[in-house]
């Protein structure tokens, strides 16, 4: 994936969310710590329950030990030998694979807790385990999403601050960035703008500059509809809204090309040719990721003031606490 070694350098640890603990981020978590020699990881603190993380790692025949600490700044000098904690009560016990919303207010606070010490300097980035939104609804989340909830939590850390989070999808085979993200398909032609692709793409190039070190990226844009309108004959949107788009983009300076028909542009060949691929709307883009990298995709926010990171994948209540996640 040609990634940069921004983080190997960052001397502050990682700052991990404990997801619903219900599902399955206890257990990719304690893995995680326990291949942390092998797959060479950077320190991390988890904002977690530790008698969840015993519990869990006890059921899975896992010898992890704990270590308490205030906040991620502390992990470090403990990361070797035990997996550090910055602690967050639970509510109600937790059954692996039966989410409860008691708990619901506990996976909020481990978010804030961890986004606070992002913000303020106390760790180098955020990780996001997965989360149930229909839980968290009884908590008083009205989100559509954990991007959003994390953009607004970034607008109460920098006033003033208002950031345009862009998700983009990230394999060894692909990076792919929707424009448009949790709506209705139908919904998706009136939301597509000319600024609004515009500024995806300058946030994505950015970040892809920023984080993955490429100086130049290449940006491969897809058209809304089959073949790419066909010049106009299957709809207009290519050529009133996108190519305006890529045309202003080419202005100054970034390698924005399209737009290309989705169905040929995904394949090993034409990826060969670029860095991002830019969808028109969410399955656009994440059906070929999930094709080609179901288990190792990984969602990177950018657009925020502070870099974070989550697997592309959900809660997974079902393999919760079996060993199989």
């Known amino acids: 994936m040609g990634t940069h070694d921004w983080l190997a350098d960052r001397p502050l ?5 404990m997801g619903d603990p219900a599902g399955i981020g206890p257990d990719i978590t304690l893995a995680a710590w326990a291949r942390r020699r092998t797959e060479h990881l950077p320190a991390f603190a988890v904002y977690a329950d530790a ?3 015993s519990d869990r790692a006890r059921s899975l025949g896992m010898d992890v030990p704990l270590a308490i ?3 991620a700044a502390e992990a470090r000098q403990a990361f070797d030998h035990a997996l550090p904690v910055v602690p967050v009560r639970l509510r ?3 059954v692996a694979g039966e989410p409860d919303a008691a708990n619901a207010g506990a996976v909020l606070q481990s978010i804030e807790q961890a986004t606070a010490d992002v913000a303020e300097g106390r ?3 955020i990780v996001t385990n997965p989360i149930a939104k229909s839980v968290l609804y009884h908590a008083g ?3 559509p999403g954990h991007t959003e909830y994390l953009a607004a939590l ?3 850390h920098f006033p003033g601050l208002r950031p345009h989070p862009v998700m983009m999808l990230a394999a060894d085979e692909l ?4 424009v448009t993200i949790h709506i209705a398909l139908t919904e998706v032609p009136a939301a597509l703008t000319q600024a609004l692709i515009e500024r995806t793409i300058r946030i994505a190039a950015d970040g892809l500059m920023r984080w993955f070190g490429l100086a130049r990226p290449r940006i491969a844009v897809a058209g809304l509809n089959p073949h790419a309108g066909e010049g106009g004959a299957m709809g207009r949107e290519e050529i009133t809204i996108i190519e305006p788009a890529i045309a202003a983009l080419r202005r100054v300076g970034l390698d924005v090309t399209g737009p290309y028909p989705a169905d040929t542009m995904f394949h090993a060949q034409a990826r060969a040719g670029y860095d991002l691929a830019v969808a028109m709307y969410h399955d656009q883009g994440l059906i070929p990721l999930k094709t080609l990298a179901f288990d190792r995709g990984v969602n990177v926010t950018l657009g925020l003031p502070f870099a974070r990171t989550s697997p592309d994948h959900g809660t997974a209540f079902a393999i919760a606490g079996s060993g199989r996640a």
């Open 13 to 17: 640890p990682l700052a991990l969310t």
């Open 69 to 71: 600490v205030a906040t």
């Open 92 to 94: 109600a016990g937790v």
């Open 123 to 125: 760790a180098s980035a």
């Open 175 to 178: 990076r792919v960035v929707p």
């Open 154 to 156: 970034a607008e109460h």
């Open 51 to 53: 008698e969840l993380l």
């Open 141 to 143: 989340f009205r989100h």
